[in-house]
């Protein structure tokens, strides 16, 4: 059986689409699998043992070098190159976890000859569809939504898997990052991810510098604070206002790297975003600060997560940017420290059975 996956992205958005993935092969063991991902969030998924081939699109690049017109060869060329690669096999299902038009339009270049994904998308998407599933609520996780869709060719499972898989040369290159910069075993590794897309997700700089400062004084803690290379200026204007020295990580790993670098923290503080969905999947405890988003849609989808969030008339509102911020201005320190403090001592109890099994 040859089965197309469409999902493009966010980083978050792929990781909830594992455990169907995980399903999808466990249903069909002797099944080619390809995925359509965008070029960001491709490096999650890269190495898959479950995939056999990841196709690669470069849109958001294409769109950009489109408005140079001295690009328009070599762009054309590529996208060229992509649509022969999307439509050189002939695939007997191709799902759309996506739901949007820029999703839609691959799946209807793509030779697939089931068409499987919601009736309930944006932007008119299912319209290129010829097997819609019907409505399943909103509200619901998006990790239950993907399985629930694949529920549609699968039978129903009770156990819910994700699968990041790093490779050995990631995790070389983490281990002589965190040794050249003076992270040991012998003391508790905390990551922080104190960066968000939207500006509305976001937590006050000073705040984060202090929390970071006291995590260190009350637990001897080491950080790290993770992030990608258009976030290292943000990560260093916080470390700029802290007293303690901590490490930068920002740039410094792929992306799984870094979920290997959580797979090695006994905690991460984290805002709403793509890191946050990697440590759930690599079972590191998290404290994550919600604001507009909801954390029941799009929240960890593990047991070992502590939401910090405001119960606001307006939360969650899902924009992108507030005049007010209340909702995350509103979280303090002291009850970040709390939730870090619960996570720290259920940690060390954890370890204390395990050492007496």
Known sequence: MEILIVKLSAIGDVVHTLPALDALHHQF????????????????????????????????RWLK?????????????EIVGFLRELRAKKYDVVIDFQGLLKSA???????GKRKVGYSNTREM??????????????????????????????AKR?????????????????????SANGISASKPLIS???Q????????????????????????????VFTGGSDEISSIEAIMSQMQHSPVNAAGETSLKGLAYLLSLSQLMITLDSGPMHIASAMGTPTVVLFG??????????????????????????????????????????????????RQIKFGEKDRVVKREN
């Open 105 to 111: 339009m691959l799946v209807f270049l793509s030779r």
């Open 292 to 341: 507009p988003t909801a954390p029941w849609r799009t929240g960890p989808y593990c047991n070992n997560a502590l939401i910090i969030r405001k119960q606001l008339s307006c939360s969650p509102c899902f924009k992108r940017e507030c005049d007010s911020r209340a909702c995350m201005e509103g979280i303090s320190i002291d009850e970040v420290l709390k939730a870090v403090d």
């Open 65 to 77: 070098n489109l408005k140079q017109p001295s690009l328009w060869y070599p762009t054309l060329r």
């Open 125 to 154: 998407s299912s319209l290129f569809l010829n097997e819609k599933v019907p409505f399943y609520p909103l509200d619901k996780h998006a990790v239950e939504r993907n399985i629930n869709l694949v529920g549609h060719l699968c």
């Open 158 to 178: 009770d156990d819910i898997t994700f699968s990041v898989t790093v490779d050995e040369e990631d995790r070389k290159k983490v281990d002589h990052f965190l």
């Open 29 to 60: 063991p002797k099944s080619n699998i390809n995925w359509v991902v965008e070029e960001k969030a491709s490096d999650i998924i890269k190495g898959h043992p479950y995939l056999e081939k990841i196709i690669v699109s470069k849109r958001k």
């Open 196 to 223: 968000a897309g939207w500006a509305s997700k976001k937590w006050d700089a000073l705040k984060m510098a202090r929390l970071s400062d006291k995590l260190i004084e009350l637990y001897g803690a080491q950080i």
């Open 192 to 194: 922080i991810h104190s």
